[in-house]
């Protein structure tokens, strides 16, 4: 089992940008980020391979978001520029042994507790 721990949210004004860090202790495969606004449900933002050659984004990020990560450290960031009140939400960070890109939270083994990302308008 990894243990994953989010930092790096907080408040900011819309068009801010904002840098989280996921640390994982033990070996992880592929992560992913996930979000969590209040009533919702918990919704897919972005994916790294093991090797961190590949990336993929929800629609949402694109163009605004980059995943990436560093396995000498066994951290896993995500740059956001550009956030809008829309991006409000906790912030997980979540490793999966799946050996495919996946988006489905159900399909991710270990997550962090969260972080909490507030934009404000």
């Known amino acids: 089992q990894v243990q994953l721990a989010e930092s790096g949210g907080g408040l900011v004004q819309a068009g801010g940008s904002l840098n989280l860090s996921c640390a994982a202790s033990?070996?992880?495969?592929?992560m992913g980020w996930f979000r969590q606004a209040p009533g919702k449900e918990r919704e897919f933002v972005a994916w790294?391979?093991?090797?961190?050659?590949?990336?993929y984004y929800a629609d949402s990020a694109k163009g605004r978001f980059t995943i990436s990560r560093d396995n000498a450290k066994n951290t896993v960031s995500l740059q956001m520029n550009s956030l809008n009140p829309e991006d409000t939400a906790v912030y997980l960070c979540?490793?999966?042994?799946?050996?495919?890109?996946?988006?489905?939270?159900?399909?991710?083994?270990?997550w962090g507790q969260g972080t909490q990302v507030t934009v404000s308008s």
């Open positions: 033990g070996r992880t495969f592929n």
């Open positions: 979540a490793a999966t042994s799946t050996v495919v890109l996946s988006t489905k939270p159900n399909e991710y083994d270990d």
């Open positions: 790294v391979s093991v090797s961190g050659r590949r990336t």
